[in-house]
């Protein structure tokens, strides 16, 4: 993976923004990255979001509640690092898209933007399932307000299964000292072309995603303390019983990678590596705690514990992907651009 320092101005931060920010104030909004590394999809960038205020100021509004970025392209993983997850489907293709808004009860402020990648360096083809989401843990239950046994708790939902990887062939030629990687996908159709200029390594992930974890069950609600209504006994209430936990998600099996290497490519074999393992399975859910009765009074008979919920099942883990297999062969690379 690739980390990106920032240089030191794109740290800097007004003491404008110590104030409240009004978004009428701002003249321009933008994604500061370091453009001077080696950056390609698929890899990991740190980058801020900084406004331009009108005095000619920039303030950080990386984390600001008024911020909401939207990107197809990029997936933001924590703080200010982000992967770029795009698949260009053209060898024009030198962008990630994002789109950056600033909003207040008054004003709107609107900027599209995009990172530009020069591919040099290390090439990342994401191909891996995608991750089951995981099931709903379940809210813990009371006493009921007519009846005076405790309620049962819910059931936690189940994990979703996550997806199975793809099987891909992959042509890679030379020209102009530059290298070209035509990936179709043999499951779906979808077309990929990727360029990569010296690179240091070029990783493939077909793995499978993994699975949901199972939501907890809510815990059964205590009973109602016995007492006394008019002259007469009321019996405590008894303990809900716990929900049971949802089952794990099932990971997805790995896929397969063929590349086809040109003979004028074949420089390139022993930079590629690749994961192609199942996708883990999903972890099982707890499950709830019993509800305990009520307390009784004097002269009246003991409620009934419920009964703790169970656990759910263990997702089961994927099966693994085929191990890729590298050919250098002849071919006529003019049909793949």
């Known amino acids: 993976m690739l980390f990106i320092a920032l ?16 978004v009428a104030e701002i003249q321009s909004l933008s994604l500061k990255y370091n453009t001077s590394t080696d950056l390609n999809f698929g890899s990991e960038i740190e980058a801020r979001v900084m ?52 909003s ?41 307000w007519i009846l005076r046994d405790g309620k049962d708790g819910e059931n936690g939902s189940n994990g979703m ?12 030629w030379k020209e102009n000292n530059i290298y070209y990687l035509h990936v179709r996908s043999l499951t779906s159709g979808s077309i990929w072309k990727y360029m990569s200029i010296s690179p240091t390594k ?28 008019n002259g007469d006994i009321l019996a405590p209430g008894d303990g809900g019983d716990g929900g049971n936990g949802g089952n794990g998600g099932n990971g997805g099996n790995g896929g397969s990678f063929s590349i086809k290497l040109h ?5 390139l074999q ?6 192609m393992l199942g996708g883990s399975g999903g972890q099982r859910g707890l499950g709830g705690s019993a509800g305990q009765p009520g307390d009784p009074i004097d002269g009246a008979e003991n409620g009934v514990p419920g009964n703790p ?29």
């Open 202 to 229: 070029i990783h493939i992930d077909v793995s499978g995603g993994n699975g949901g974890n199972g939501g907890n069950g809510g815990s059964g609600g205590d009973g109602k303390d016995g007492r006394l209504k």
């Open 309 to 337: 919920g169970q656990a759910g099942i263990q997702g089961s883990n994927g099966v693994n992907g085929s191990v890729p297999v590298i050919e250098i062969v002849e071919f006529d690379f003019i049909q793949f651009y």
């Open 263 to 267: 003979s004028n490519a074949k420089d």
């Open 270 to 275: 022993y930079l590629f590596d690749y994961d």
């Open 7 to 22: 240089s030191t101005s794109m740290l800097m931060v007004s003491c404008k923004s110590l104030k409240p920010l009004k």
């Open 161 to 172: 299964n996550g997806s199975s990887a793809e099987n891909y062939v992959c042509h890679v």
């Open 51 to 102: 406004a331009t205020m009108l005095d000619g100021s920039e303030v950080d509004v990386s984390d600001h509640k008024k911020m909401t970025f939207h990107s197809e392209d990029l997936t933001h993983i924590e703080n200010n690092r982000y992967v770029i997850t795009k698949h260009p489907a053209s060898f024009n293709d030198h962008s990630a898209a994002n789109r950056i808004e600033m």
């Open 104 to 144: 207040d009860s008054k004003e709107t402020i609107t900027k599209d933007d995009s990172i530009i990648v020069n591919h040099q360096g290390q090439l990342n083809l994401m191909a891996g399932g995608i991750d089951g989401d995981d099931g709903e843990d379940k809210k813990d239950k009371g006493s009921g």
